[in-house]
């Protein structure tokens, strides 16, 4: 087998094969029979995470399935199917998703083992959308848990240590439309007095900077009402479209200017069709309670130059709290500081760290599939570490970098 990359090439695993299931009853036969076995998504992880010496399992080919419930509230849907995919035939039923994450290319089961997020203040989570999850366990055997089961706070943002999850069941509702803006310099005088009427004047908000001011650099509002005038808190609206990252084409993006539009062509910033984001990067995110944001951009900003020397550029935006017990945002509104960096491993690391040294007393909590250095405290980890024992007995589905993140 040629080695087989993430997405971004940081990360050769060093799997064995890569199963590629085109059944259910395949998928639990190769689970049942391997000895050490990690599920591979759409590989946008930027460590370990998917990692393994054992196989890799792919579920991309299992059959595409989108069944809406009679009640048209919820929609079950394949362990495989991206975002995009799903969002499309959604819409077509007249049905969205709350909230999808900037960019439609990933899958909805690895997009939801690791918590990951979009935005917006009243917007949870992508795994806050999950009513029931079918994983296959160590031993084959199919298992589902659903929303109000005891062990079910710990099943949906389980980091694939469960098992293979090959469906989720995900609350929809009526589809909406969205506009979405694009504002440029963003002053640092408006960030410090009016930053919680800034984030929630929308239904998702983004903050783009790249650290080498004191200005932000442009705000995303992704709103179901127009807006009324051409500046926003003394930023201005931009004259055309735009990408938040220096150089790179805009038409990559979803569009802009207050044009309505459907609400998973809006959500998302970059569109299915085109490369996501830059190609070329790292990536990094930390998530602080909501009531320290200012706190933690004044951390930040203590080695703005540090940052700025490896980034291509930061967002900053909001998650509502939720139950999830490895989530982020466990129990706790969030700001989360994420941030594009350069494809350099070795420039970037010792500047994560450094990160990581000036968020420290605000309660840092990182995203779990992208990079970090320093051991997260997980309120929950010892019950979530007890329930992957009981579904896991033999540590199938362990890897290095489990082993170290749950003990």
């Given amino acids: 087998m040629e080695p087989l990359t993430n997405w971004a090439g940081n990360i050769t695993f060093g799997a064995r094969q890569v199963l590629r299931p085109r059944t259910l009853d395949e998928a639990r036969e190769q689970i049942a029979a391997a000895t050490k076995l990690r599920v591979l998504g759409s590989g946008h992880s930027f460590n370990h995470l998917a990692d393994t010496d054992g196989d890799l399992l792919s579920l991309a080919g299992l059959p595409r399935t989108v069944e809406i419930a009679p009640d048209r509230a919820t929609v079950r849907v394949d362990g495989g199917i991206r975002y995009g995919d799903l969002a499309a035939r959604l819409h077509a039923e007249g049905l969205a998703l709350h909230n ?64 293979a999850v090959v469906a989720l069941t995900l609350d929809v509702q009526p589809a909406f439309e969205l506009r979405q803006y694009v504002y440029e310099t963003l002053p640092a005088t408006s960030v410090r007095a009016n930053l919680p009427l800034i984030l929630a004047d929308g239904y ?147 500047v994560v760290a450094d990160v990581e040294k000036v968020l420290a007393p605000l309660d840092p909590r990182p995203h779990l599939g992208k990079i970090f250095t320093s051991a997260p405290e997980l309120p929950r980890v010892a019950d979530f570490t007890a329930l992957a024992g009981r579904f896991d007995p033999t540590g199938k589905f362990r890897n290095d970098f489990l082993d170290r993140l749950l003990g």
Avoid at 147 to 156: I, T
Avoid at 256 to 284: A, D, I, K, N, Y
Avoid at 331 to 350: C, K, M
Wanted: charged residues 20%; hydrophobic residues 40%; negative net charge.
């Fill in 204 to 350: 998702s908000v983004s903050l783009f900077t790249r650290w080498t001011g004191i200005d932000v650099d442009q705000v995303w509002l992704k709103r179901r009402e127009p807006m009324t005038g051409p500046e926003f808190h003394g930023a201005t609206l931009a004259d055309g479209p735009r990408h938040p990252v220096p150089g790179m084409p805009a038409e990559n993006c979803t569009q802009q200017g207050g044009v309505p539009g459907p609400w998973h062509e809006r959500l998302p910033h970059f569109r299915m069709e085109f490369t996501p984001s830059s190609g070329e990067e790292l990536q990094s995110e930390w998530h602080v309670p909501l009531s320290r944001a200012n706190d933690a951009l004044d951390a930040v900003a203590q080695i703005r130059e540090r940052v700025a020397d490896v980034l291509q550029v930061s967002e900053i935006r909001t998650i509502a709290a939720d139950d999830l017990w490895l989530s982020p945002n466990y129990q706790r509104d969030s700001l989360a500081l994420h941030f594009t960096w350069i494809a350099d491993t070795e420039a970037v690391l010792p």
């Fill in 100 to 163: 999808m994450a900037s960019l439609p290319h990933i899958s909805v089961a690895g997009a939801v083992a690791t918590a990951t997020h979009g935005s917006g203040v009243g917007n949870g989570n992508l795994a806050t959308a999950v009513a029931g999850v079918e994983i296959v366990r160590a031993d084959g055997e199919l298992v589902t848990l659903t929303r109000g089961d005891a062990d079910f706070p710990g099943s949906v943002a389980a980091l694939g240590a469960l098992g």
